[in-house]
């Protein structure tokens, strides 16, 4: 998991820093031509490079997943839920941040906050990967949601250190459960039901990035702190969910 969690933390760090440089340079619309044209080198690079399955082979060894029993498992479901809330947060986050850092640094200065804020989640998620890989999950998801309920939090205070502070800290506890979910949930599938049970997990964190991007922007036009309200109240959520997150041994490739 820490291995996966530094590919992505990278490219989260070329993302929040490089965006704020390229908006100097070329326009919205030009960036997200550039965001397709990078999709769609992935899309070459696995229709060439990745291996194809045998087709016969995979539709004889095809298993039906059991859905009900599936959202059922409580596991599952504290893995899904806490998903949701740290999609919901993440946009949320990046909905508010550059409306409080237009009005100190400018959008154009973002990168103070989001390069120093990305590197130190990047080693906090490598360290809590591997406390994860040694048993310590609950533990790990534990500290990271309070680290987003802190960094949540420091937003109430508008001025570049509180920001700064606060996006840190969420940082590490967004980039550290981003890493450890995904790869739990693997673990309660079998390699034949593995991407279904996945796609499940994975539209249920697009749900919550909807729902934090539409109504934060609804609290937002409401009163500029309801969002940050939410964040705090939907954290405290995401810490009651994970005090306990145990395997057992009907959970693992359980479906």
Same mark, same amino acid.
């Given at each position: ?6 590919? $992505? &933390? ?16 070329? $326009? ?27 087709? !016969? %082979? ?5 298993? %039906?997943? +059991? @859905? ?5 498992? !409580?596991?599952?479901? %504290? ?8 999609? @919901?947060?993440?946009? #949320? ?6 409306? /409080? /850092?237009? !009005?100190?640094?400018?959008? =154009?200065s973002m990168w103070k906050v989001f390069l120093p804020a ?13 406390? =994860?890989?040694?048993? %310590?999950? $609950?533990? =790990? ?10 960094? &949540? *939090? ?10 700064? /502070? &606060? ?12 890493? /450890? ?7 309660? #599938? ?18 919550? #990035?909807?729902?934090?991007? #539409? ?19 939907? $954290? ?12 057992? +041994?009907?959970?693992?490739? *359980?479906?």
């Amino acid at each position: 998991m820490s291995i996966v969690g530094m590919f $992505s &933390g990278s490219a989260a760090v070329i993302g929040f820093v490089g965006g704020p440089f390229l908006y100097n340079i070329i $326009s919205v619309s030009k960036m997200f031509a550039g965001c397709s044209v990078l999709v769609f080198l992935s899309w070459i690079y696995i229709v060439i490079f990745i291996k194809k399955d045998n087709v !016969k %082979k995979t539709h004889e060894e095809k298993s %039906k997943v +059991d @859905y009900i029993g599936l959202l059922k498992n !409580k596991l599952f479901t %504290k893995l899904s839920v806490s998903g949701f809330i740290i999609s @919901y947060t993440m946009v #949320s986050i990046f909905y508010i941040i550059p409306q /409080l /850092l237009e !009005k100190s640094v400018g959008v =154009a200065s973002m990168w103070k906050v989001f390069l120093p804020a990305t590197l130190i989640g990047i080693i906090v998620m490598s360290i809590f990967s591997k406390r =994860a890989d040694r048993g %310590k999950l $609950s533990q =790990a998801a534990l500290i990271s949601f309070i680290s987003i309920l802190i960094g &949540g *939090a420091c937003l109430f205070f508008t001025n570049f250190y509180s920001i700064l /502070l &606060g996006t840190t800290i969420f940082m590490a506890g967004y980039m550290s459960l981003n890493a /450890l979910l995904p790869g739990n949930v693997t673990k309660l #599938s079998t390699k034949n039901t593995r991407g279904t049970i996945t796609g499940v997990y994975n539209t249920i964190q697009f749900v919550g #990035s909807f729902v934090g991007g #539409s109504l934060t922007g609804l609290l937002w036009g409401i009163n500029n702190h309801l969002p940050t309200v939410f964040i705090i109240m939907i $954290s405290i959520l995401g810490c009651i969910i994970v005090r306990k997150l145990e395997f057992t +041994d009907n959970d693992v490739s *359980a479906y």
